[in-house]
């Protein structure tokens, strides 16, 4: 492997086509503005780098990123990778993944509108990401230790599973299928509404209006605070410790709960609403 140190490129890809490439204290910057730098490459690895210019990953296979920065202007920084690992890196431009495979992300600060779209086999550890619409139709996702911010999250995923994370979120999970969270907050509004297949299991839940429109729904041994309205035309079986502030018209299943403060069954419901609804005080 040829090894590049102390050294800035700035013009277009500048090292386009390259393989087994290592970049130690390197810096993609520079009055030319040049974009793509590492398009179409093989086996790359960069450590305390500085990435301040366009589209500097794309098509590449096998890449290595850590302890380095991609700024604001690092826009599209990572599309169409393949085998991608990025540990101890800050990534800051929008849209800073997509359309990749087989991705590792681990003690990674992300603030990245859009970030990891239409991606699959995503493996994420004590990671901080900051996104609107993060995840977004992306698939075999699992999650350890992610803290978590920005509305419309993991809308349209399939096969995720969340341990020991904290989701600070609204509209989370809308469309989503074979999901699992456990050990966790989810804080947000409108969770998981249109969902197939989600799981909930020793989590906090907070937020107005949670569950509702979803299909083989589960909760087991949870909490929830402020939720009221929850499980609207829901199939579910939720076992829910505490108090939930209101249920209204779930479609089939059954909910226990120590308390529930209000159950709302409305005349004009257009479903027929056959859910058990009990309180064990």
Known sequence: MKT???????EERALYNSSNLRLENCAFDGEEDGESALKEC??????????????????????????????????????????????????????????????????????????????????IKDSAINSQYGFFESRNIRAEGLDFSGKYSFQYTRNLRISRSVLDTKDAFWHAKNVVVRDSVVKGEY???????????????????????????????????????????????????????????????QIVADEIGEIVRTSDSIYPVRAKIATRA
């Not at 590049?4 to 700035?10: C, D, E, P, S, V």
């Not at 800050?90 to 359309?99: D, P, T, V, W």
């Not at 249109?194 to 949870?222: A, E, H, M, V």
Request: charged content about 25%.
């Open 42 to 123: 093989k086996n790359i690895q960069l450590e305390n780098c500085y990435m301040n210019l366009r589209y500097p990953f794309w098509h590449i296979d096998g890449l290595k990123i850590s302890a380095s920065e991609l700024t604001e202007n690092c826009r599209a920084a990572l599309w169409y990778d393949r085998d991608v690992k990025i540990y101890d890196t800050s990534m800051n431009g929008i849209k800073a993944l997509r359309e990749c495979s087989d991705i590792r992300l681990e003690k990674v600060k992300a603030n990245s509108p859009e970030f990891c779209w239409r991606s699959r086999d995503i493996y």
């Open 4 to 10: 590049i140190k102390n050294q800035t490129f700035g």
């Open 191 to 253: 969770l998981g509404w249109y969902s197939d297949g989600l799981t909930f299991i020793n989590c906090r839940i907070i937020g107005t209006q949670p569950l509702c429109y979803c299909k083989n729904l589960r909760l087991t041994d949870c909490t929830m605070e402020d939720c009221d309205l929850a499980f609207e035309y829901s199939d579910v079986r939720a076992d829910i410790n505490g108090k939930i502030v209101s249920v209204k018209n779930p479609l089939k299943g």
